[in-house]
């Protein structure tokens, strides 16, 4: 019987395409910290010059945090533009986690140093960005090289953001759970209550029912 060898998927694919097609500069962009209670949901914008692979280079849910440590500082040592943007937990609150989202994402692109002809965006929705071609792409950072590197800078940025959050309040240990809904975490907003880096619309049915308890 005849042997397969199941291939991975061309990290580079969609940008060499892009490019090949004409365009000049294709940037990624991924958010990072849509499921906390707690701090700002990130964005990152990346152009990645034509041509570049960077060795190890994947999806960051799928690396450890000193991968993507190592994969920050090349990438930003080697991308053609990058931008870190968040919106806070009180327009997460104000226009809801996707709009909130959204607005990172755009703050992420107009921060380029470079303007982009084509974004690469992770998932199915269109963020409504300042570039005239917009790509969305299911898994995009599995998928996309820009894209994976939009969410490494992202996260890596983010986790080191609510590092600095735990310790203006400790008492949350933000430091184990980075703001997300986990057991522990849950444990101290019933110890504490919210802080105002809570992000209370994600917290009313929580408290709710806490009340009726």
Known sequence: MASSTKLEFDLYQYEREAYRTGFLAVCGVDEAGRGPLAGPVYAAAVILPKGLE??????SKKLSEKKRDELYDIICAQAAAYCVASADEREIDK???????????RRAVEGLGVAPD???VDGNQDPQLPCE??????KGDQRSASIAAAS?????????YMLRLAQE?????????????TKAHYERLRQFGPAPIHRMSFLKKFFEGEKKG
């Open 169 to 181: 309040y400790p008492q949350y240990e933000l430091q184990r759970h980075k703001g997300y809904p």
């Open 133 to 138: 071609h917009t790509l969305t792409i299911v």
């Open 54 to 59: 960077i060795e190890g280079l994947n999806d």
């Open 95 to 105: 226009y809801n986690i996707l709009q909130a989202t959204f607005l990172a994402m």
């Open 118 to 120: 084509l974004v690469l």
């Open 152 to 160: 490494i800078l992202a996260k890596v940025s983010r986790d080191r």
